[in-house]
């Protein structure tokens, strides 16, 4: 099983934390929520609105072969009534959702995958989904330049070895 790799991201001088599992990238919806008035209570907030659960079960139809839809369907038409909560554990639990989840320990809280996340810092604010998606590009970018130097430094020392032993060769007696 991969390890989780872990990075920060500055959005509006909010420490942002991005998860990356199974090649896919979470971030911390948690971190994004702190900031703002309301703090973690904004995801619960978004989770119980009717458009937020239509959004994740689309995305989930989209992205997860085993989602549960008859469950989704439950839950979408009960979305937006005064009485209705929804938690990241109940929606996952339910659903078979893969898109958000609960973490506990040190850098714990509710992340989503990048999708997600973007529609949720949207519904924040759009200046703050603006700034998120900047910064998350920089970083992708500067992940791709360490690759392409990693992938030439081994190209370079792979080439200085495959000449040391012609350079062995025709040399030795």
């Known amino acids: 099983m991969e ?6 991201i500055i959005v509006k001088d909010s420490s942002i934390t991005i998860i990356s599992r ?10 994004m929520a702190k900031n703002f008035e309301g703090g973690n209570a904004l995801i619960e907030q978004w989770l119980r609105n009717k458009d937020s659960v239509e959004f994740l079960g689309i995305w989930e139809t989209i992205n997860n072969t085993n989602f549960n839809s008859l469950e989704f369907e439950g839950i979408k038409n009960s979305a937006g009534s005064n ?13 078979n959702a893969i898109g958000l989840f609960a973490k506990a ?5 509710t992340y989503a995958h990048k999708d997600i996340a973007f529609e949720f ?6 200046e703050f989904k603006l700034y ?17 130097l990693d992938w030439n430094l081994q190209r370079t020392r792979s ?3 495959r000449v040391g032993k012609e350079c062995r060769s025709r040399w030795s007696p």
């Open 83 to 95: 009485r209705f909560y929804l938690s990241v554990k109940r929606w996952v639990t339910a659903t």
């Open 3 to 8: 390890k989780e790799k872990k990075h920060i």
């Open 132 to 148: 998120l998606i900047k910064e998350f590009q920089r970083l992708k970018e500067d992940e791709n330049n360490k690759l392409k």
């Open 159 to 161: 080439e200085e070895r």
């Open 105 to 109: 320990g040190r850098y714990g809280g």
């Open 22 to 31: 199974q090649k896919e990238d979470f971030i911390s919806l948690s971190d």
């Open 121 to 126: 810092g949207s519904w924040l604010s759009p």
